[in-house]
């Protein structure tokens, strides 16, 4: 089926700024609660949200084969489940009564009333119910980064790092999406010095920029997923967020790795960009020295081209941009880690999320963690208010933003803002 959605001559009758993430080639999915209370799957254009469960029921999706209930329900899930051959019919459909040609729509006052929102009157949602959730960590330039930190300078990545996408199942009932505030977490740390543990809250709390890729139904109980048709399973991506306690984590790592330090919030933008939408933003992925086993080599370009960045707005003040990275820079990428995953035979559902781990790049502006950007707090970020951040402070809003770009169109993920409270009390 061809991508007729992607076509980059096409405008909408609907206006859409030119610096819009969301142009009529994007169509990307969520959920939203509209103005009548009513929670329904929709996709945007520009500044418009639009009810596909109402375009659906006014017969604007005849001739694809969708059951009737399908838009109709307050997750994707089943959505995804239905495969790629779904989710490229309903993009191409949309485009198609959304184009600036096409007055089936455009003229009908009524139905415009039914199915289009302004942003103002609906509510995002979480798009997905996240059965399970894997985070990677396979950015090479962070794992030198926290390697050099924490261990040897001179031997900063772990024998294993370059042969196998290193990754660990995280606690999916904490992830949230865009403008749910979350709580400082407590625990147990290892003060400097000390010889005994103590308990309170975490003093280090860090954002890590990431971006993460939804499953759809892909395999079963012992069945592998080879690294050439991995891509099919893939359904879109989002911006994502995996806070980090780092002083817990630190204290409870070894020898099971994450626990505490990681489970208590994650938080992931609320539109899914689909693969298909990004399709012309593929780049080549870094080149892998030594290189991966069979069953992990790719050939043609799997990475995208995906400028991410992360900003910090204290309370009451102005965001002050902390870091500009990219996804290109990933060195192991999506089919990989979703062949590695399953391998061993472990079955992917739909609306499992796969995280990538903190994106950094090669330079001192890009790193995806205030880990990195204040090297272990002895660098202090200024604020434009004049204050310095080591971490994140309790009130601040973390905002993440993502988008790719060339002559013809922008794609974009649109923000994700998180505030910190302080821990949490009765």
Same mark, same amino acid.
């Not at 009451?316 to 990219?326: I, L």
């Given at each position: 089926?061809?991508?007729?959605?992607?076509?980059?001559?096409?405008?909408?009758?609907?206006?859409?700024?030119?610096?819009?993430?969301?142009?009529?080639?994007?169509?990307?999915?969520?959920?939203?609660?509209?103005?009548?209370?009513? %929670?329904?799957?929709?996709?945007?254009?520009?500044?418009?949200?639009?009810?596909?469960?109402?375009?659906?029921?006014?017969?604007?999706? $005849?001739?694809?084969?969708?059951?009737?209930?399908?838009?109709?329900?307050?997750?994707?899930?089943?959505?995804?489940?239905?495969?790629?051959?779904?989710?490229?019919?309903?993009?191409?459909?949309?485009?198609?009564?959304?184009?600036?040609?096409?007055?089936?729509?455009?003229?009908?006052?009524?139905?415009?009333?039914?199915?289009?929102?302004?942003?103002?009157?609906?509510?995002?949602?979480?798009?997905?119910?996240? +059965?399970?959730?894997?985070?990677?960590?396979?950015?090479?330039?962070?794992?030198?980064?926290?390697?050099?930190?924490?261990?040897?300078?001179?031997?900063?990545?772990?024998?294993?790092?370059?042969?196998?996408?290193?990754?660990?199942?995280?606690?999916?009932?904490?992830?949230?999406?865009?403008?749910?505030?979350?709580?400082?977490?407590?625990?147990?740390?290892?003060?400097?010095?000390?010889?005994?543990?103590?308990?309170?809250?975490?003093?280090?709390?860090?954002?890590?920029?990431?971006?993460?890729?939804?499953?759809?139904?892909?395999?079963?109980?012992?069945?592998?997923?080879? /690294?050439?048709?991995?891509?099919?399973?893939?359904?879109?991506? /989002?911006?994502?967020?995996?806070?980090?306690?780092? $002083?817990?984590?630190?204290?409870?790592?070894?020898? =099971?790795?994450?626990?505490?330090?990681?489970?208590?919030?994650?938080?992931?933008?609320?539109? %899914?960009?689909?693969?298909?939408?990004?399709?012309?933003?593929? /780049?080549?992925?870094?080149?892998?020295?030594?290189?991966?086993?069979?069953?992990?080599?790719?050939?043609?370009?799997?990475?995208?081209?995906?400028?991410?960045?992360?900003? %910090?707005?204290?309370?009451?003040?102005?965001?002050?941009?902390?870091?500009?990275?990219?996804?290109?820079?990933?060195?192991?990428?999506?089919?990989?880690?979703?062949?590695?995953?399953?391998?061993? +035979?472990?079955?992917?559902?739909?609306?499992?999320?796969?995280?990538?781990?903190?994106?950094?790049?090669?330079?001192?502006?890009?790193?995806?963690?205030?880990?990195? =950007?204040?090297?272990?707090?002895?660098?202090?970020?200024?604020?434009?208010? +004049?204050?310095?951040?080591?971490? %994140?402070?309790?009130?601040?809003?973390?905002?993440?933003?993502?988008?790719?770009?060339?002559?013809?169109?922008?794609? +974009?993920?649109?923000?994700?803002?998180?505030?910190?409270?302080?821990?949490?009390?009765?």
């Amino acid at each position: 089926m061809p991508l007729s959605a992607n076509d980059p001559n096409r405008t909408s009758w609907l206006y859409v700024n030119k610096y819009s993430d969301f142009p009529i080639q994007n169509i990307p999915f969520g959920v939203f609660l509209t103005r009548e209370h009513i %929670i329904t799957i929709g996709t945007r254009i520009g500044d418009t949200a639009i009810d596909l469960g109402a375009m659906h029921q006014l017969g604007y999706f $005849d001739g694809i084969p969708l059951t009737d209930d399908i838009f109709l329900q307050d997750s994707l899930n089943d959505f995804i489940a239905d495969g790629r051959k779904t989710w490229r019919a309903v993009r191409n459909r949309v485009a198609e009564v959304f184009d600036s040609e096409n007055a089936t729509l455009r003229d009908n006052t009524k139905h415009k009333e039914i199915i289009c929102f302004r942003l103002d009157e609906i509510e995002m949602q979480m798009p997905v119910h996240v +059965g399970d959730y894997t985070d990677f960590y396979s950015s090479k330039e962070h794992a030198t980064n926290v390697g050099a930190m924490f261990r040897d300078p001179e031997n900063a990545l772990l024998p294993n790092w370059l042969h196998v996408p290193v990754g660990y199942h995280g606690r999916s009932s904490s992830i949230v999406t865009t403008h749910i505030a979350i709580h400082r977490p407590q625990g147990q740390t290892m003060p400097e010095g000390a010889t005994k543990p103590v308990f309170g809250p975490s003093k280090l709390v860090d954002f890590e920029l990431e971006m993460a890729f939804i499953t759809t139904d892909a395999n079963d109980l012992g069945e592998p997923i080879p /690294v050439s048709e991995a891509e099919e399973y893939i359904f879109g991506l /989002v911006l994502f967020n995996d806070w980090s306690a780092r $002083d817990i984590q630190k204290w409870e790592y070894v020898p =099971l790795g994450p626990f505490l330090g990681k489970n208590f919030a994650s938080s992931m933008s609320p539109w %899914i960009v689909t693969l298909d939408a990004l399709e012309p933003f593929r /780049v080549e992925s870094p080149k892998q020295s030594p290189k991966p086993l069979p069953y992990l080599q790719t050939k043609g370009k799997h990475s995208f081209d995906i400028h991410l960045e992360a900003g %910090i707005v204290p309370k009451g003040g102005k965001e002050t941009t902390v870091c500009k990275t990219n996804f290109k820079y990933m060195y192991w990428n999506m089919a990989q880690q979703l062949a590695h995953h399953t391998v061993n +035979g472990c079955p992917v559902n739909s609306g499992d999320m796969m995280g990538s781990g903190t994106i950094s790049g090669p330079t001192e502006d890009s790193y995806g963690s205030m880990l990195e =950007l204040t090297w272990k707090g002895t660098k202090p970020l200024k604020m434009k208010d +004049g204050t310095e951040r080591k971490f %994140i402070n309790d009130h601040d809003t973390v905002v993440m933003r993502g988008y790719c770009e060339n002559d013809d169109v922008r794609i +974009g993920f649109g923000q994700l803002k998180t505030q910190l409270l302080p821990v949490f009390k009765k």
